[in-house]
């Protein structure tokens, strides 16, 4: 099994957990933009996630240091944002 996929696949194509979703949308936010990729993250967060999630994704896949400003930043927001059940 590939990092971050979970075995549930949606029209034949594997569908990726929530922190994995957030870490792309952060690799490839020049392509989407910094506020959806912020967005995403601000969400993530606010769902209870946990960033440690995106920290070991980033690490795995070769993007910890790209994102990790990010990442630092989610922690950070944690105790800011209220949080609502998964």
């Not at 980033?58 to 930043?73: K, M, V």
Request: glycine content about 6%; some cysteine; proline content about 8%.
């Amino acid at each position: 099994m590939r990092i971050s996929v979970d075995t549930m696949t949606f029209g034949g194509v594997p569908v990726t957990s929530p922190a994995r979703a957030v870490v792309d949308m952060l690799r490839y936010r020049g392509k989407f933009g910094d506020e959806p990729a912020m967005k995403a993250v601000k969400d993530f967060i606010t769902a209870a996630g946990d960033p440690h999630q995106m920290m070991d994704i980033a690490r795995e896949i070769g993007c910890y240091r790209q994102i990790e400003p990010f990442t630092r930043s989610a922690e950070e927001m944690q105790s800011a944002i209220p949080r609502r059940p998964l």
